[in-house]
């Protein structure tokens, strides 16, 4: 897989299948109602519980509905994903104003794949993958490969603009 920017925003190249079906899964993931999922999400935050109940009733049903924007704008662009010409490589291209909602859908997709596989701290090690079952460590890669899009789209990986997008041949 790799990455590219452009003066619109960044390309994300060579998907696989399994990196597009990770991806595809990220709306699916933030809209979860598995318990699981909603506790790490939106996790206890008071100590006082007329305080947890009073963010309960005014702040939770905002962060659902910020999840759910994230979700839809997420969603919107992995259908434009498209096919470099005569490839079979899968690009994805995420705009500069949706890069805010990218990185909070990753994150959130990364926290509910967490809770989901059951991880702890221990798997996301160095050595940790090897203690992981099957199950979880694929959940480890997918989780690792949210993170390397969270780290370009942060800027981390020090991408030189490559010029506008619209010179970018796809099909």
């Known amino acids: 897989m790799w990455a590219a920017r452009f003066d619109e925003g960044f390309v994300f190249g060579d998907l696989t299948p399994a990196s597009v079906d990770t991806l595809k899964g990220v709306p699916m993931l933030i809209e979860?109602?598995?318990v699981r999922v909603r506790d790490r999400l939106l996790p206890e935050t008071c100590i006082d519980a007329d305080d947890e109940e009073q963010w309960r009733?005014?702040?939770v049903p905002e962060l659902e509905?910020?999840?759910l924007s994230r979700a839809q704008l997420v969603r919107r662009d992995l259908g434009n994903l498209r096919k470099l010409q005569k490839t079979d490589q899968e690009v994805l291209f995420i705009q500069d104003g949706h890069v805010s909602a990218w990185l909070a859908a990753l994150n959130a997709a990364r926290l509910a794949m967490f809770a989901l596989a059951?991880?702890?701290a221990e798997h996301m090690e160095d050595d940790g993958f090897l203690l992981c079952e099957p199950k979880q460590q694929e959940a480890v890669l997918r989780i690792q490969l949210l993170a390397w899009m969270?780290?370009?789209?942060?800027?981390?990986?020090?991408?030189?603009?490559?010029?506008?997008?619209?010179?970018?041949?796809l099909e």
Request: charge should be negative.
């Open 32 to 34: 979860s109602s598995d």
């Open 57 to 59: 009733q005014h702040s």
């Open 65 to 67: 509905r910020l999840f």
């Open 118 to 120: 059951d991880l702890k």
């Open 150 to 169: 969270q780290s370009v789209l942060l800027g981390d990986d020090e991408l030189e603009s490559t010029g506008p997008f619209d010179e970018f041949v």
